[in-house]
């Protein structure tokens, strides 16, 4: 038997009180009979059954309680927790009955109902017992109801919106995109990359910053605060910048999201936007939708994986998750990076005059920075019944294009750049991707063309907009080991817990 815990007690309990009442019950009802129809005068019959009452529970109790426990009342036993409990209920209540009857039987001289009390007692037993456990079955299903339909609290006008690791590539175009339509934002990053990202809007009205570590709780509950929607871009970005340090990547990317997301839920949050990649499908042949199945290459793509899991088990009803699987983004934001295929390419063959392709053979869906945010909009403004709980790849089929066409369309545009087949690199990526149902589903349609995203990469460096394509601060996995990045992101958090604890010392 499991250990007896405070709500097996109560059973029993009730258990007891059922069946020391059922066979009161059924030596009133003998009474009755006794006085009022086979007209006896005899009195003392009443003490005499008060009698056989006391000495009969302390055999009836014990006996009837182990037989229910034999039954699997108190332990849920498998028959008792299936759907034919009412079945089990009569089966054990008969047999202590019966039991019961027969110990009156073995030991006349300690209990000797007479035997048409067992059978009234039995008769009241069966119904109470049986109705004891519907009853209870049914407040169960009341209560739990209730907590389903418990509204969290309710935030404000639906037009506050937290974008965490917004001063980021796809968060500093999404940023004026969300301040022009009107919404309030609260922006919670670390900045690794600085301010210049979001100079353009840092001193709009509507802009609120908190400048810390996601990886705090008390930071994430600050920020969530009369929000409506929170959409999370935060994290370690691409397969070089989560190879550097695995447990970090962990920690960034999956842990922090469940955390971030269950104070989301608490928070009463209506709709949770998660930016996902494509590189979760990794490496395949097919042209790959929502519903294929996954084949990750790197840990950056098992933390999107881990990532979209854990949220899809905190979704519910009033907590809807959106995981957008962004496809390779190119084209100018506040934060342009020069990590990423077409940029990189380009850049190359603008300043170096060479298009070093690796891997040509390699297919993958691209979407411009602008639209990626685009992607982000329509979903805040989507009715939250179309996309509760959904999976959508971002980008549009008409970009799936192999690096090696977009070596030679860069070439068509800078013609003088050499293009360099330089087979295969260690990038085992490879995939086609499907993007009809956020076209079909928000009427999606991507403003920019990869062509376009080029031309726009090449004003920008030949304007002297992009100084130096190779700095550090334009390529994840360069600033964070070339530069403090790592360090600032290894040391934010200790350093924070190092604070509370001496907070926590000079208060003592
Ligand atoms: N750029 C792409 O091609 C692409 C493709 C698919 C998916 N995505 C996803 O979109 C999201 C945004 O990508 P991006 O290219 O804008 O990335 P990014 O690296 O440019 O921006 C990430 C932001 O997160 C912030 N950040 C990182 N760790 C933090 C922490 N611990 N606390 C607070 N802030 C922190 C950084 O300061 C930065 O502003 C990411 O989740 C990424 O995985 C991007």
Request: hydrophobic residues 45%; glycine residues 8%.
């Amino acid at each position: 038997m499991k250990v007896l815990n405070r709500e097996i007690l109560v059973r029993v309990l009730a258990d007891a009180v059922l069946l020391s009442a059922s066979y009161a019950l059924a030596l009133l009802t003998r009474l009755f009979v006794v006085f009022y129809v086979e007209k006896s005068q005899d009195i003392s019959l009443v003490q005499g059954y008060v009698d056989i009452y006391l000495r009969s529970l302390p055999i009836l109790l014990p006996l009837g309680i182990a037989v229910f426990a034999l039954f699997g009342f108190y332990t849920k036993g498998r028959a008792y927790a299936s759907r034919y409990k009412v079945l089990v209920v009569v089966q054990a209540v008969t047999l202590s009955f019966l039991l019961f009857g027969f110990l009156g039987f073995l030991l006349p001289q300690h209990v000797n109902p007479p035997r048409s009390v067992v059978f009234i007692a039995w008769a009241f037993a069966l119904p109470l017992i049986i109705l004891a456990r519907l009853w209870s079955d049914f407040w169960k299903r009341l209560a739990i109801a209730e907590v389903i339909t418990y509204e969290r609290p309710k935030a404000n006008s639906g037009k506050n919106v937290l974008v965490i690791g917004g001063a980021g590539y796809i968060g500093s175009a999404l940023l004026p995109k969300l301040l022009e339509r009107g919404y309030k934002v609260r922006l919670l990053d670390l900045l690794l990359y600085g301010k210049e990202p979001i100079q353009g809007v840092i001193n709009h009205p509507h802009l609120e910053i908190i400048q810390a570590d996601f990886r705090q709780v008390d930071k994430v509950v600050e920020a969530m605060q009369g929000m409506d929607t929170v959409v999370h871009l935060g994290g370690l970005v691409g397969d070089p910048a989560c190879a550097v340090d695995e447990n970090l990547t962990i920690e960034i990317n999956l842990m922090a999201t469940r955390m971030i997301a269950e104070v989301a839920k608490g928070f009463g949050i209506s709709k949770f936007i998660f930016a996902s990649t494509c590189s979760v499908y990794g490496a395949s042949d097919q042209i790959l939708d929502e519903r294929s199945s996954l084949n990750p290459v790197s840990l950056y793509a098992r933390s999107k994986i881990a990532s979209e899991r854990v949220l899809a088990m905190l979704a519910d009803e009033q907590f809807a998750v959106v995981n957008l699987r962004f496809g390779t983004i190119y084209g100018l934001s506040g934060r342009t990076r020069f990590d990423l295929v077409v940029n990189l390419l380009t850049a190359k063959a603008v300043v170096d005059g060479k298009i070093t392709v690796f891997g040509g053979d390699q297919w993958r869906p691209f979407v411009h920075v602008d639209d990626a945010a685009l992607a982000v909009l329509k979903v805040i403004e989507a009715p939250v019944e179309l996309v509760r709980n959904q999976i959508f790849n971002v980008g549009s089929n008409e970009q799936n294009m192999t690096l090696g066409q977009v070596g030679e369309l860069i070439q068509r545009i800078i013609p003088s750049a050499e293009l360099i087949d330089s087979g295969r690199d260690g990038d085992r990526r490879n995939y086609r991707v499907d993007f009809s149902k956020i076209r079909k589903t928000l009427d999606f349609e991507p403003q920019w063309t990869v062509e376009q995203g080029i031309r726009q990469v090449i004003g920008a460096l030949q304007s002297g907009k992009v100084a130096d394509y190779r700095d550090p601060i334009y390529s994840n996995v360069r600033y964070l080991t070339e530069e403090a990045a790592s360090e600032i992101i290894k040391q934010y958090y200790t350093g924070w817990e190092r604070e509370l604890i001496e907070r926590a010392h000079s208060t003592n």
